[in-house]
C-alpha cells in the first residue's frame, strides 16, 4: 500500500479515537450513544474500504485499477458513504449535533467527486465500469 494511502487510513483512526477517548465521560445520553453505534462499524467499514482500494487510492481522481471485491463489489464509493457516516456519528458522540451541517457541503463535494471519479472509470475501463456500475449502489 502507498504511503499516502496507509497514512490517509491510520492517522483518522488514531485522531478519532483520541476524541473518543477525551470525550469518554459520562453522562452517556441518547444522542452520545447514537453516536458511537453509528461510528464504530462505519469506521471499522471505512477502514477495510481504503485497505481494499490499496494502490489505487489517490487524491485526485485517476483510472489505475478497477476495484470491484469486498465492500467495492455493493458499493462504489464506501469511503464516501462510511466516511459520511463516521463523522454523523462524531458529531453526535461529541453532542454537538449542529455540526451535522457541515456534511451538507460535504456531501455536495463527495458527489462531484464521485461523478467526476465515474466519468474518468468509464472513459477509461468502458463497459467492464458500465456493468459494474449498474451492479452496485452509489
Known amino acids: 500500500m502507498k504511503r499516502s494511502a496507509l497514512l490517509v487510513t491510520i492517522v483518522p483512526l488514531f485522531a478519532i479515537a483520541y476524541l473518543v477517548y477525551e470525550f469518554a465521560h459520562p453522562p452517556w445520553t441518547p444522542l452520545r450513544l447514537t453516536g458511537l453505534i453509528l461510528m464504530t462499524p462505519a469506521l471499522i467499514l471505512l477502514t477495510v474500504a481504503r485497505i481494499q482500494l490499496g494502490n489505487s487510492f489517490s487524491l485526485t481522481p485517476q483510472a489505475n485499477q478497477l476495484v470491484t471485491h469486498g465492500i467495492y463489489s455493493r458499493i462504489r464509493n464506501p469511503i464516501y458513504v462510511f466516511g459520511t457516516i ?46 459494474y456500475k449498474a451492479s452496485t449502489w452509489f
Open 86 to 131: 463516521v463523522f454523523t456519528g462524531l458529531f453526535l458522540f461529541l453532542e454537538r449535533p449542529y455540526l451535522l451541517l457541515l456534511l451538507v457541503p460535504v456531501l455536495i463535494l463527495q458527489i462531484s467527486r464521485a461523478r467526476a471519479e465515474a466519468r474518468l472509470l468509464e472513459e477509461h475501463f468502458g463497459e467492464q465500469y458500465r456493468q
